[in-house]
């Protein structure tokens, strides 16, 4: 499972930042509708350490809400159908851009119409560097008898620096990953 992991978190931190990209994977040999209850072994490899308290908190209720609209019941171990386990990596990540502009000389014979034209211009080109955190949020869900895994998602995105837009956008992005999952929300 950490190969696999580790193969999609590194093929998500190439992608671009803009919005959440989302990567999923799962074994169409299962029938999802017949898991009913899941039970959370937490966060692997102390990735969570990254995290504080609250994040840690709202990502767990978000997943859990996603779940349960999904008709599937959060129990203690040992009573679950699945199993599901989070993983996150966060990286600091420095985006680069150049603007170009370009003024004078003179064109054609004598400044008109087409030609070699004569006369110098210049230009002038600006560097932009923009810092950001870039997070990769991995669910994996095991089918808690076979102890296999049967269905992985990934989302990766700029993680903002104000705890109010985190509070908002963690739910969404939670929902983005959960969008594939083969059991879709019931109507409420």
């Known amino acids: 499972m950490r190969k696999l992991a580790f193969v999609v978190l590194g093929g998500l931190l190439l992608t671009a930042c803009s919005g959440v990209k989302v990567v999923t994977d799962l ?28 994040d840690k908190e709202r990502l767990e209720t978000a997943f859990a809400n996603e779940f349960k609209k999904r008709g599937i019941d959060i129990v203690e ?4 159908d699945m199993i599901v386990s989070l993983y996150i990596v966060a990286e600091q990540k420095v985006q680069r851009s150049a603007t170009t502009t370009s003024m ?17 211009g210049h230009s002038t080109t600006t560097m932009h560097e923009y810092e950001y955190t870039e997070g990769t949020l991995l669910v994996s869900v095991f089918d808690a008898e076979k102890n296999e895994l049967i ?18 956008g963690i739910p969404k992005a939670v929902a983005l990953i959960m969008k594939e999952y083969p059991v879709p929300p019931v109507a409420q």
């Not at 269905?151 to 908002?168: H, L, Q, V, Y």
């Open 77 to 80: 171990k040992g009573e679950g």
């Open 104 to 120: 004078g000389g003179y064109g054609g014979r004598y400044g008109y119409g087409p030609g070699y034209g004569w006369g110098g």
């Open 151 to 168: 269905w992985e998602s990934a989302g990766t995105g700029t993680i903002n620096e104000k705890p109010e837009k985190r509070e908002a």
């Open 27 to 54: 074994d169409k040999t299962i029938d999802f509708t017949e898991y009913k209850s899941l039970e959370y072994w937490g966060w692997a490899d102390d990735s969570d350490e990254i995290l504080n308290r609250f």
